[in-house]
C-alpha cells in the first residue's frame, strides 16, 4: 500500500517549458487535490477533483491545469512554466470532499525549479 | 473571511520540555480543525483533528489539542518533547462556505526545533 505517489521528486524548467506534475494514490479515495507550498505563505491549493470526472479551481489556479485520468491518477500541468511557480507541490487524496473531516493523505512532494 | 493565523514562525525547546503551538481561526460556521505535522523532505501527516464533542483531542506521537471555542484557538501541546519532534507544524481549518463550496485552509507553519 504505497498511498500517494508523485512523480517527479525534484525538476529544474527553463522558463516557458511545459511539464506535468504526476500523482497516484491506491486508498480507493474519491476525492484529490493539487497543493503548492512557499516559504511563509503554508499550503495554498490549486486545484481539486471532488470525484472523477469532476474538477474545480482552488486559491491559486492561474498558469496551471489538471486532469483527473481515472479514479486513482490526479495531474497538474504547467503549459509555459515562470520563475514565480518556483515552488514545492503536494498532491493529497481523501475518501470524500464532502465529508469535511476527513484526513486528506499527502505525497511526499515535487520540488520544482523555474529559471 | 475564513483563516488561520500561526502567530510563531519559529520555536526552540528544549528536549523533554513542554511544547504549547498556537493556532487562531475565523470561520463562519462550525470549524473543523487539524494539525498536521511535516518531517524535513517529507509530506504532511495527520496529527489528530477536532469535528465535535470532547474539545480536549489526542493525537499520534503523544500530541494533545484543545478547541476553544471563546478565543477562536485550537492550540497544539506535548508535555515532553522529543528530538524527533523537530519539524513543521500546520493547523488547518475545513469546512463547506455558505455559499456550498469545499473549503480548507492552512495555516503557514510553525517550525519546531528541538535542542538536545
Known amino acids: 500500500n504505497a498511498g500517494v505517489t508523485q512523480t517527479p521528486k525534484f525538476q529544474v524548467l527553463k522558463t516557458g517549458q511545459s511539464m506535468t506534475l504526476q500523482c497516484a494514490q491506491d486508498?480507493?479515495?474519491?476525492?484529490m487535490y493539487w497543493y503548492r507550498q512557499d516559504p511563509g505563505m503554508g499550503l495554498r491549493l490549486i486545484y481539486y477533483?471532488?470525484?472523477?470526472?469532476?474538477?474545480d479551481k482552488g486559491e491559486v489556479p492561474n498558469g496551471y491545469n489538471v486532469s483527473r485520468l481515472n479514479k486513482r491518477e490526479f495531474s497538474l500541468r504547467l503549459e509555459s512554466a515562470a520563475p514565480s511557480q518556483t515552488s514545492v507541490y503536494f498532491c493529497?487524496?481523501?475518501?470524500?470532499?464532502?465529508?469535511?473531516?476527513?484526513?486528506?493523505?499527502f505525497g511526499p512532494g515535487t520540488r520544482l525549479t523555474v529559471l | 473571511a475564513q483563516s488561520v493565523t500561526q502567530p510563531d514562525i519559529h520555536i526552540t525547546v528544549s528536549e523533554g520540555a513542554s511544547l504549547e503551538l498556537r493556532c487562531n481561526y475565523s470561520y463562519g460556521a462550525t470549524p473543523y480543525l487539524f494539525w498536521y505535522v511535516q518531517s524535513p523532505g517529507q509530506g504532511l501527516q495527520l496529527l489528530l483533528k477536532?469535528?465535535?464533542?470532547?474539545?480536549l483531542v489526542q493525537g499520534i506521537k503523544g500530541f494533545e489539542a484543545e478547541f476553544k471555542r471563546s478565543q477562536s484557538s485550537f492550540n497544539l501541546r506535548k508535555p515532553s518533547v522529543h528530538w524527533s519532534d523537530a519539524a513543521e507544524y500546520f493547523c488547518?481549518?475545513?469546512?463547506?462556505?455558505?455559499?456550498?463550496?469545499?473549503?480548507?485552509?492552512f495555516g503557514t507553519g510553525t517550525r519546531l526545533k528541538v535542542l538536545a
Open positions: 477536532y469535528f465535535s464533542g470532547d474539545t
Open positions: 488547518a481549518v475545513g469546512g463547506s462556505s455558505t455559499s456550498g463550496t469545499y473549503k480548507y485552509i
Open positions: 486508498m480507493n479515495h474519491n476525492s
Open positions: 477533483s471532488a470525484s472523477e470526472g469532476t474538477t
Open positions: 493529497a487524496s481523501s475518501y470524500s470532499i464532502e465529508a469535511v473531516t476527513d484526513t486528506q493523505y
